[in-house]
């Protein structure tokens, strides 16, 4: 049979949806340029298993690992900011990754963090999830967006339909935090400050992981996800019928 040489990682890619990331010192702001260049780097890894995980000040999965490109990046696509309340969580989005990734049976597992604020809400501190994530032995990639320190976001329209803004004090990113969780997982801290910068460090962490292994035959990929949809609409089906037909009471 023939042998094909394949790469694979499981991959979770973990996005904030907080306000600040309406500053538009990336274009057309920091969420819009972020999921542009996510839905470009998931086409980088067409045999990876890859999930998101989104967060404010509330976490949720929005994806579990998958293969299907076309639904990443249409999900990818209809994420909206506002649905996870007003904060930022990062420590129990990273737990929540990180215990999705624990039953893989990849040899890289990896989490892309991608934000562009403090931590400041949430049960777990950013550095006790990460400690979780190392020993589970997951690598977390940290990426801090924009940061400009004039960095601001829009507010609404005065009276007069001109737009208002909001200044971001300090630039917002907790670059010192980012890096502590990146040095402890054995992963790597990027900082993001414009649009060519956030493809860099994508297209970087594309390079730094990749595992070969030979495989005979040829690849198949399944998502059992389906197939428990399936058999479960079955036997909703099954259900209803014997509930109609068989055990129907008499008149």
């Known amino acids: 049979m023939d042998k094909n040489t394949i790469e694979v990682n499981d ?3 973990v996005l904030d949806l907080s306000r600040s990331m309406l500053a538009e010192d990336l274009k057309p702001n920091r969420f819009e340029a972020a999921k542009v260049k996510i839905q470009d780097f998931v086409s980088m890894f067409p045999r990876d298993r890859i999930g998101i995980v989104i ?3 509330r976490v949720f999965t929005l994806l579990p ?3 299907d490109l076309n639904l990443i990046n249409k999900m990818v696509a209809q994420v909206k900011l506002g649905t996870l ?3 930022t969580n990062i420590g129990d989005a990273l737990a929540l990754g990180t215990g999705r990734l624990i039953q893989s049976l990849a040899k890289n ?4 963090l991608l934000t562009d604020g403090v931590s400041n809400v949430g049960v777990l501190t950013p550095l006790q999830a990460a400690e979780m994530a190392n020993e589970q032995k997951i690598k977390i990639y940290t990426i801090g967006i924009g940061g400009a320190k004039d960095a601001r976001i829009p507010v609404g329209s005065n009276m007069f339909g001109v737009q208002r803004y909001q200044m ?3 630039g917002s990113v907790d670059e010192k935090g980012l890096k502590e969780i990146a040095d402890l997982t054995g992963g ?3 900082m993001a400050r414009d649009n060519k910068a956030l493809e860099k460090v994508l297209s970087d ?5 990749r595992t070969e292994i030979e495989q005979s035959g040829k690849i198949i990929y399944e998502e059992l996800y389906f197939k428990f949809l399936q058999l479960g609409i079955i036997f909703l089906i099954l259900c209803e019928g014997l509930r109609r037909f068989i055990l129907r009471e008499g008149p």
């Open 11 to 13: 991959i979770f890619i």
């Open 55 to 57: 967060f404010a000040e």
């Open 65 to 67: 690992l998958s293969t």
């Open 85 to 87: 309340g007003d904060g």
């Open 109 to 112: 597992k990896i989490i892309i």
């Open 168 to 170: 971001i004090p300090g």
């Open 188 to 190: 790597k801290f990027y």
């Open 205 to 209: 962490i594309n390079k730094l992981e």
